[in-house]
């Protein structure tokens, strides 16, 4: 079991606006439907919310970014709750 | 000097030829002189040079003090400085309605400040939330700005993958395909900027005998400047972009790429996705994710009606930034308007249709072809605000319409 993919697969569900999504560590933004900058922030924002954290603007860059995957979200999600 | 030229293209030949053949520390005074031998070319007069210093190290100093200890309202306050000394010494036209025309009449004259502007907002910032970690030196930090490959029209890199490279300049062609790739790129762009942007430049000298002076009375030549006015902006700049990076890989510097295929977008988002990539990001990254997050934060209800607000926002700037003329905020809210009508109209099929709906609407080849046509010539009618002179004619040739 993945630490808090589940968490981040119901946050994906909401803003995606599709209860199908199963997130595993290597799909890439290509494997979302519509998944555009303001998807991105929309996201960001989301996840900001639910785990009460805050990205940094180069972060939110870095997790748009080609060769950014879902595995390199969870990997600064744990980053950042094991810093707060 | 500018990048297509013989000593460019070749000087950067000659010194790769032996560049990794020097130990690290003498690569990297290579690289400075070769940055400072350009940079000298390009600024005119003593004053140009007091004020690009004092631009840069303030950047720089700013950033020191806030990565230190973060203050947003340091921050902002420089940041607000910063913008208004760019606007001055770009001698924005709208100025003269507020300061006296003398402050416009200013002798000094920085040939890259647009870019400049950019990364240092994205240094100073990055520093803040501590993203550039551990500070750099102002000598990096000037290698970085001033950078011979990026100094005049990018691609915007971004400081830490300029420093993975200053810190370690090793070769990135392994081998001889590789290093011949490159260079053909090189050549490809010169190419590019000399004949093939320079044909489409000609056609469009030739439906418009006088710039600025509208003679355009034949529909064949309108549509000539329809398609050749874009083809010469997309290739001068693509042919630019292959020139450096290209040239800066034989160094080992990997520039990020500006382009991809943008006349093939389905959408006007996909467009900015795909045309002055480095430029599109660095937008979205400073104007449109912190706008559009701070005003969601507070109004979560308003979400849609913030994202249009900051499309708007973000591309009318991102006019303004490429000169300082009416017809470049034209040029930006059409582009706005664009975007945001591909953003409503995928809005609309999801509302009605649902997520499998967008996602049939995606996959039609049929929808995508007709997607594409209509957004290339909605991309080349924004493209003839690109300069005044056909920003009349448009306007023109719409109102006899």
């Not at chain 2, 290698?143 to 011979?148: A, G, K, P, R, W």
């Not at chain 2, 309108?222 to 630019?240: E, K, R």
């Not at chain 2, 003329?325 to 591909?342: E, H, P, R, S, Y």
Request: hydrophobic share 55%; glycine share 6%; proline share 4%.
């Amino acid at each position: 079991m993945i630490p808090y993919r589940e968490e981040l697969q119901g946050v994906f569900r909401e803003v995606f606006g599709d209860d199908a999504i199963v997130l595993r560590p290597e799909m890439t933004s290509a494997d979302f439907d519509g998944w555009d900058s303001l998807q991105h922030v929309t996201l960001m924002i989301a996840i900001e919310t639910r785990f009460n954290i805050r990205f940094a603007t180069a972060e939110i860059s870095r997790l748009k970014t080609e060769g950014s995957t879902v595995g390199t979200m969870l990997e600064l999600l744990r980053a950042k709750l094991a810093d707060r | 000097m500018t990048v297509c030229t013989f000593s460019f293209v070749f000087g950067a030949f000659f010194v790769a030829m032996f560049f990794f053949l020097l130990p690290v520390p003498l690569r990297r005074w290579i690289f400075t002189l070769a940055s400072a031998l350009f940079l000298w070319t390009l600024v005119p007069n003593l004053s140009s040079w007091a004020t690009l210093a004092a631009f840069l190290v303030s950047g720089w100093g700013v950033a020191y003090f806030v990565a230190r200890k973060p203050s947003k309202s340091l921050l902002t306050g420089y940041l607000a400085v910063l913008l208004a000394a760019f606007v001055v010494l770009k001698k924005y036209a709208i100025l003269r309605y507020f300061v006296a025309g003398r402050i416009l009449e200013h002798p000094i004259g920085i040939v890259g400040l647009s870019f400049m502007l950019f990364r240092q907002i994205h240094f100073t910032v990055d520093s803040m939330e501590g993203q550039i970690q551990p500070f750099p030196s102002l000598w990096v930090y000037l290698n970085y700005q001033l950078s011979l490959f990026t100094l005049l029209s990018g691609p915007i890199q971004r400081f830490n993958d300029f420093r993975a490279w200053w810190e370690d300049p090793r070769p990135v062609h392994q081998d001889r395909h590789g290093l011949l790739w490159a260079i053909l790129r090189v050549l490809v762009g010169v190419v590019l900027i000399s004949l093939v942007a320079g044909f489409c430049q000609k056609l469009v000298h030739r439906a418009l005998p006088s710039i600025g002076v509208l003679r355009m009375k034949d529909c064949f030549w309108v549509l000539v400047v329809f398609y050749a006015f874009p083809a010469y902006v997309f290739f001068n700049f693509l042919g630019y972009c292959e020139i450096v990076v290209g040239a800066a890989s034989l160094f080992g510097l990997k520039l990020p790429e500006n382009f991809n295929r943008p006349f093939f977008a389905r959408n006007m988002i996909d467009y900015w996705g795909r045309w002055h990539i480095t430029l599109s990001e660095w937008i979205r990254d400073y104007v449109f994710t912190p706008l559009y997050t701070a005003l969601v934060r507070r109004r979560p209800t308003h979400a849609q009606f913030f994202a249009m607000v900051c499309y708007f926002v973000a591309l009318f700037l991102a006019g303004v930034w490429h000169g300082a003329t009416l017809n470049f905020v034209a040029f930006g809210l059409l582009n706005a308007l664009g975007v945001a009508a591909a953003k409503l109209w995928e809005i609309q099929i999801l509302n009605t249709g649902g997520r499998g709906a967008l996602r049939r609407y995606l996959q039609s080849p049929r929808i995508g072809m007709l997607a594409t046509i209509a957004t290339f010539h909605f991309a080349c009618f924004t493209m003839m605000f690109f300069t005044p002179d056909l920003a009349l004619v448009a306007i023109a040739h719409l109102l006899r319409r």
